[in-house]
């Protein structure tokens, strides 16, 4: 089945240590996106790449960083900077059609991310 | 930049009640996406609208994107559990990134 893989689906960080979530994708999109959700808020988003080796910054990257080595893969690390990391973090996938945006976006089953 | 406000950000529901959420933006949007996030789950893409007074259907979902494009609306005709879950717009102004309104979360009394 074609999808999105996020692993893992829990993950506990300790103070002072960066933590890499996982991303793949096998849909061949060319656009892959990074949120972060809190409870009973919407989607914020930390990072979005439209092609291979290159990514965007979006609302809220302080204290993460991404890498775009291949086309299925779209890792994020969670840095000892982001002083508040616990949340919910989702994944997404789309075709890049005439805009960003365009195009519906394919989701991930999301890390749950918690601070011991 | 960019905003996209949803009313209201709860709503309970008798079985077999409507519903409906509301989707504002503070500019004009090129298109409007709707998803649905089961409780414990990931958003689900519904729908996209992109003409001034679209409207679509899907069974009991009705979306709807109003003339001057700056607000949507989803409406479910007699609710069913199935229902649950909280409900997203997602809309893109022109030239810029696809901004998420904060989701209006439905229950469902059977």
């Known amino acids: 089945d074609g999808g999105i893989t996020q692993s893992p689906k829990y993950l506990f960080r300790k103070e002072g240590q960066n933590v890499t979530l996982s991303c793949e994708q096998n849909?061949?999109?060319?656009?892959m996106y990074w949120y972060r959700q809190d409870p009973g808020q919407g989607l914020r988003l930390i990072y979005y790449?439209?092609?291979?080796?290159?990514?965007q910054k979006g609302d809220i990257a302080e204290g993460y960083s991404v890498s775009r080595e291949k086309k299925e893969s779209f890792p994020l690390t969670v840095t000892s900077a982001q002083k508040n990391p616990t949340a919910f973090y989702l994944c997404?996938?789309?075709?890049?059609?005439?805009?960003?945006?365009?195009?519906?976006?394919?989701f991930g089953d999301g890390t749950r991310l918690s601070i011991l | 930049g960019q905003q996209v406000m949803q009313i209201p950000q709860y709503q309970h529901v008798q079985e077999g009640e409507d519903f409906t959420t509301y989707c504002n933006s503070s500019?004009?949007?090129?298109?409007i996406q709707w998803y649905k996030q089961r409780p414990g789950g990931h958003p689900v893409f519904l729908i996209q609208?992109?003409?001034?007074?679209e409207v679509k259907k899907q069974k009991r979902l009705t979306f709807q994107f109003g003339e001057a494009k700056k607000n949507s609306s989803l409406h479910i005709t007699a609710t069913q559990t199935t229902d649950v879950g909280t409900y997203f717009c997602?809309?893109?102004?022109?030239?810029?990134?696809?901004?998420f309104g904060e989701g209006t979360q439905l229950t469902v009394n059977p």
């Open positions: 997404a996938s789309s075709w890049t059609g005439s805009g960003y945006g365009n195009q519906p976006q394919h």
């Open positions: 849909l061949n999109h060319d656009a």
């Open positions: 790449s439209q092609i291979v080796n290159d990514f």
């Open positions: 609208l992109v003409k001034s007074g």
């Open positions: 500019t004009t949007l090129s298109n």
């Open positions: 997602a809309g893109q102004a022109s030239g810029s990134r696809l901004t």
